[in-house]
């Protein structure tokens, strides 16, 4: 069963009288447990798909279905629940609070999703022992290493039970041998926890780890093929 679908969606935005269209049409599906790359050059439309996808931004015409809920672009009232409830993200700049610790990092996500207190806690040290920071999870970011940090921002997306996993190029600040690491710990993790994860990226790297590749050029998204 497909827990992330897009029918047919398009994108515009409005540059004074003009009309400037960025997606034209785009349809694709992930069931749990998938993990798919989509890639292409700057300016392509990949990161509008992620926003729309991630209920960050609303479609212009189309379908966006979330774990089962169409998405009314009438109704942007609810674009947040849906994020809090069924969505995980991996952004390339880590977005870590500095002042918080690793554990407090993970655990402020949670209390954004309504869990708090001792099992905010215990869900947050749970993430952070599944990527191997449990001995880290005192320190502040300025203490941690690029590849530490970004281990942080897979637990905070891990951390609940969203079934969709979002990550925006999550290997473009570290270097190839870290970056290669998280990518595979990443796919175990999705794998292990029956997430879909979906991965916007210019790195070939990507492609060892993911189920499909696509490919999006001009607003357009090509049919999946089986990663090389």
């Not at 993911?210 to 090509?222: F, H």
């Amino acid at each position: 069963m497909n827990v992330l679908e897009a029918r047919e969606v398009t994108k515009e935005y409005q540059e004074g009288r003009e009309r400037v269209p960025v997606l034209h049409g785009v349809s694709l599906a992930l069931s749990r447990g998938e993990i798919v790359a989509l890639e292409g050059p700057s300016g392509s439309g990949k990161t509008t798909l992620l926003s729309i996808l991630g209920c960050i931004l609303t479609a212009s015409s189309g379908e966006v279905v979330v774990d089962g809920e169409t998405i009314d672009p009438d109704r942007p009232g609810r674009l947040p629940e849906i994020r809090r409830r069924s969505i995980g993200f991996v952004f390339q700049q880590f977005n870590l609070f500095p002042s918080l610790t690793a554990v407090e990092n993970v655990e402020y996500a949670l209390n954004v999703k309504g869990m708090r207190g001792a099992s905010a806690r215990a869900e947050a040290e749970r993430v952070l022992d599944a990527v191997g920071l449990s001995d880290r999870r005192e320190f502040l970011p300025r203490d941690l290493s690029g590849g530490q940090k970004q281990r942080i921002a897979i637990a905070r997306a891990l951390a609940g039970t969203a079934p969709i996993l979002l990550a925006d190029e999550p290997t473009a600040n570290l270097d190839s041998h870290i970056g290669a690491q998280i990518l595979e710990m990443f796919r175990a993790l999705a794998k292990k926890e029956n997430r879909a994860l979906f991965i916007v990226t210019h790195d070939p790297k990507v492609r060892s780890i993911s189920d499909r590749v696509l490919r999006i050029r001009d607003g357009l998204v090509s049919a999946g093929d089986l990663a090389a």
